[in-house]
């Protein structure tokens, strides 16, 4: 029996963008009320193709440990909190 289990929630978006902004930001705010919400693994599909996944964060391992936190898209460097959420 495992110990873990994954919740899969579906949530419709019109377009695979939108989609993308609304996962990125619903896995933020979850992740800042528990400690076990796992970002970099957050993936979007089309309804009709579960099986085909989009990737939501970029995830790449960074030179100084952690996981980079921006988009799957960007094309700033990695980094593990993007810029705009950094607090001042």
């Known amino acids: ?5 994954v ?5 419709t978006a019109p377009d695979l ?3 993308r902004i609304f996962a990125r930001t619903a896995a933020r705010l979850l992740a800042q009320l528990s400690a076990r919400v796992e970002p970099g ?8 193709q579960q099986s085909l996944r989009h990737w939501v964060f970029c995830d790449r391992p960074l030179p100084s ?7 799957v898209d960007h094309t700033s460097p990695c980094a593990r909190r ?3 959420l950094t607090r001042r």
């Open 1 to 5: 029996m495992t110990d873990r289990w």
């Open 7 to 11: 919740i899969h929630l579906p949530v």
């Open 17 to 19: 963008h939108r989609a």
């Open 41 to 48: 693994g957050v993936t979007v599909s089309p309804e009709d």
């Open 65 to 71: 440990g952690g996981r980079c936190a921006l988009p």
């Open 82 to 84: 993007a810029p705009w």
